[in-house]
T-cell receptor, first 115, second 114 residues
């Protein structure tokens, strides 16, 4: 089983719908992230959380919200999806274990299409 | 604002040849990462470079970091088909206990052909 699990893996929805992407991890890491991947743009940070009570905006947070339900769970929501949110979304984790390399461990990705 | 640029963005290589992918970044950082992504798959960590002059090697891939030049290279030696993938560099300028917020390059799509 994957250490970082994302659901759903694929989702097609319509403009204006609310969508939630879920991420759970068994790595025991405190830090969790949501990134978005678009062709030719690399990955861009949407939100990140360093512990359950800590939520921070990333580079492209507009139109998104997150919830850290537990150390192991971090969900990304699109309150009213629009077509330019069509992308591949990745959840990632990193741990505070010494030495803290900051290395990220990624989930399998959730492909979202907004029609 | 931190910018990370990779060069080239597309690389078509012949098996057995050598080549280098470059990663330039715009502000001071001493932490750089290389990831590999196969089509439709997740990102796999290749190298973690944590100081100036760091060099790491794994099989046919070798990565280095020059923090003064703000440059990292990923050198491919005697390419084989299995190396075909997209390669990303990513830079962390968070500092201190905030490490983990990475800025990614655009990715280099590598195709190795006979």
């Amino acid at each position: 089983d994957a250490d970082v699990t994302q659901t759903p893996r694929n989702r097609i929805t319509k403009t204006g719908k609310r969508i939630m992407l879920e991420c759970s991890q068994t790595k025991g890491h405190d830090r969790m992230y949501w990134y978005r991947q678009d062709p030719g743009l690399g990955l861009r940070l949407i939100y990140y959380s360093f512990d359950v009570k800590d939520i921070n905006k990333g580079e492209i947070s507009d139109g998104y919200s997150v919830s850290r339900q537990a150390q192991a769970k971090f969900s990304l929501s699109l309150e009213s999806a629009i077509p330019n949110q069509t992308a591949l979304y990745f959840c990632a984790t990193s741990g505070p274990t010494a030495p803290n390399t900051g290395e990220l461990f990624f989930g399998e990705g959730s492909r979202l299409t907004v029609l | 604002e931190l910018k990370v640029e990779q060069n080239p963005l597309f690389l078509s290589m012949q098996e057995g040849k050598n080549y280098t992918i470059y990663c330039n970044y715009s502000t001071t950082s001493d932490r750089l990462y290389w990831y590999r992504q196969d089509p439709g798959k997740s990102l796999e960590s290749l190298f973690v470079l944590l100081s100036n002059g760091a060099v790491k090697q794994e099989g046919r891939l070798m990565a280095s970091l020059d923090t003064k030049a703000r440059l990292s290279t990923l050198h491919i030696t005697a390419a084989v088909h299995d190396l075909s993938a997209t390669y990303f560099c990513a830079v962390d300028m968070s500092g201190g206990t905030s490490y983990g917020k990475l800025t990614f390059g655009q990715g280099t799509i590598l195709t190795v052909h006979p």
